[in-house]
């Protein structure tokens, strides 16, 4: 009776020491960082883990997850990079281009996956946008500024000035900052700037625009969108309408935004996230924009800035903010 009770208890053990190296190929490990915490950044977050979940990878399954914000310290930033890659997890994504630049600073090997991102060639994350052949690749928030001015001349139909708080230290903002340098003159309209190098900053900057400009747009700035309320406060107070490049900012305030979903860009940064988790090289994987944009308004939130929207607006928004 005994021989018959351990053989079994035998060949389970056997099967299990089979098993055990299989099971332990399959666990992966994604290391995740974003240089501040607010709704845009978050969803990015979150979309990244659905993607991966739906691709196979779960949680406490088969997927090491971990997650840390540097909470809009670049110095921060760097310490987690560091620490991440000497995790030496399959893949670090990198949200926002702070959190980006310092991963990409401290690794030459571990696959870098960035997302919400404007312009990575000018981040020198890669070297133009085709497949980099280096360990980074990613997804863009690049919007194309023309469409986003379109939509400033149909909020405040009059604009002449526009004005832009950023932080001169952020890659993505000096980006577009230039850009609408160029632009705004081809359209009659004229740029003015505050700086608000941090997010405390973004009240002050705001207010320093009184009186000088007839709208507000906001880029994905990460100063910025951290510190939206303090913005909108301005804006209702002294009547400036603000148009927002993300559609998050307009639950929090601003009057419209033709902008980005950022959880389906979290969910296009999983999917590419995934490739890699099953072999790609992330240096064959060329970076990616945006694919889906979406006009949300805020007819509240205008009315409070001194302007009403027009109903053929209001009616082609996906979604209109109560």
């Known amino acids: 009776m005994k021989s018959l009770s351990w053989a079994p208890l035998g060949a389970i053990a056997l099967a299990m020491a089979t098993l055990a190296p299989v099971a332990h190929a399959q666990q992966k490990s994604v290391a995740v960082t974003a240089i501040v915490e607010h709704p845009a950044l978050d969803s990015v977050r979150d979309g990244v883990q659905a993607a991966l979940k739906a691709a196979g990878y779960e949680t406490g399954k088969n997927l090491k997850w971990q997650y840390q914000s540097a909470q809009g310290n670049t110095g921060t930033a760097a310490q987690i990079a560091r620490k991440f890659v000497g995790d030496n997890p399959d893949a670090i994504v990198a949200i926002a281009t702070p959190s980006a630049q310092a991963v990409v600073a401290a690794t030459k090997t571990v696959p870098v996956v960035f997302s919400a991102v404007t312009d990575p060639v000018a981040a020198k994350l890669v070297p133009s946008w085709e497949a980099s052949k280096t360990n980074v690749t990613g997804v863009s928030d690049l919007l194309a500024l023309d469409k986003q001015m379109?939509?400033?001349?149909?909020?405040?139909?009059?604009?002449?000035?526009?004005?832009?708080?950023?932080?001169p230290g952020e890659a993505n903002s000096v980006v577009v900052v230039k850009e609408l340098q160029k632009l705004l003159p081809t359209l009659g309209m004229t740029l003015v700037e505050a700086a608000a190098p941090r997010s405390v900053d973004v009240s002050s900057?705001?207010?320093?625009?009184?009186?000088?400009?007839?709208?507000?747009y906001t880029n994905t700035d990460n100063n910025v969108v951290?510190?939206?309320e303090s913005l909108v406060k301005v804006g209702q107070d002294a009547k400036i309408p603000l148009?927002?490049?993300d559609t998050d900012s307009v639950k929090r305030g601003a009057i419209a935004a033709f902008g980005i979903n950022y959880r389906d860009l979290g969910e296009q940064t999983g999917r590419m996230v995934a490739r890699i988790l099953k072999g790609e090289k992330p240096g064959d994987i060329k970076p990616e924009l945006s694919t889906k944009m979406e006009l949300f308004v805020n007819p509240g939130a205008a009315e409070k800035q001194g302007v009403k929207l027009s109903d053929a607006l209001i009616k082609s928004a996906a979604q209109v903010v109560q």
């Open 150 to 167: 379109d939509l400033v001349k149909q909020v405040v139909p009059g604009a002449k000035r526009v004005g832009m708080v950023y932080n």
């Open 205 to 216: 900057a705001a207010r320093s625009l009184i009186g000088k400009v007839d709208v507000i």
């Open 226 to 228: 951290s510190a939206y």
């Open 243 to 245: 148009v927002a490049s």
